[in-house]
């Protein structure tokens, strides 16, 4: 079970790996997606999600993109297509059996990023289907931690808010960052840690 308080609801660790930072020029290439239990780890219910899709504009890879995953045109090549990756995710999410208007609750980290891409995926209406309104961002809660602690007169905790500056900073092992997988476990390992930071 997810916590009380989501009614229902699963929350999902997601994470996009794309060909650069414009949602609707550039594209998701890869993209995992792990339903998380009350103590944020996998749940033993249900799947997750983790595909490698080849762009349908691999012209428009970003050099800076492609430094920053390791993933390349060639790799995608014999991938599945994005209408194709599209249709399977959609099976994962109605393989889920969530229930009358359930939904999966977003957890990323830094998921203004994620959510643009994801809508421009599967459109607004699927999106609005599928993930909850009310998403939790470890980037964001972070953030407000820092803002938290300098209100106080306080130092503020965390000098960066980069995935593995934070991970580093909580000892979580991420051994291959900017892995849409590797990622969205790092994630769920650190909003973990933010809660009992956060509960002293």
């Known amino acids: 079970m997810s916590l009380p308080n989501m009614k229902g609801h699963v929350l999902c660790a997601v994470d996009v790996e ?4 414009l949602a609707g020029y550039h594209e998701i290439i890869q993209i995992a997606c792990v339903p998380l239990d009350q103590h944020f780890e996998p749940h033993p219910n ?3 999600f983790y595909l490698n899709i080849a762009p349908e504009y691999p012209e428009r890879m970003s050099e ?10 060639e790799q995608l090549r014999d991938c599945v297509t994005q209408s194709r990756a599209i249709e399977l995710f959609e099976e994962w999410f109605k393989g889920l059996e969530l ?7 977003p957890l990323a980290h830094n998921w203004g990023f ?6 421009h995926w599967l459109g607004l209406d699927a999106c609005y289907d599928m993930w909850h309104v009310h998403p939790r961002d470890t980037m964001t809660l972070a953030a407000t931690v820092n803002d938290l602690y300098e209100w106080h007169g306080r130092h503020a905790p965390f000098h960066r808010l980069a995935l593995t500056s934070l991970c580093k900073r909580f000892d979580i092992q991420l051994d291959h960052a900017h892995d849409a997988l590797s990622d969205c476990l790092a994630t769920a390992q650190l909003y973990g840690a933010l809660m009992r930071f956060l509960g002293g």
Request: glycine share 10%; proline share 0%; charged share 25%.
């Open 18 to 21: 794309t060909t650069g930072v």
């Open 46 to 48: 249900y799947h997750f």
């Open 64 to 73: 800076e993109a492609a430094k920053k995953h390791g993933i390349s045109n």
């Open 99 to 105: 229930g009358l208007a359930r939904k999966v609750v």
């Open 114 to 119: 994620e959510r643009a891409f994801l809508i």
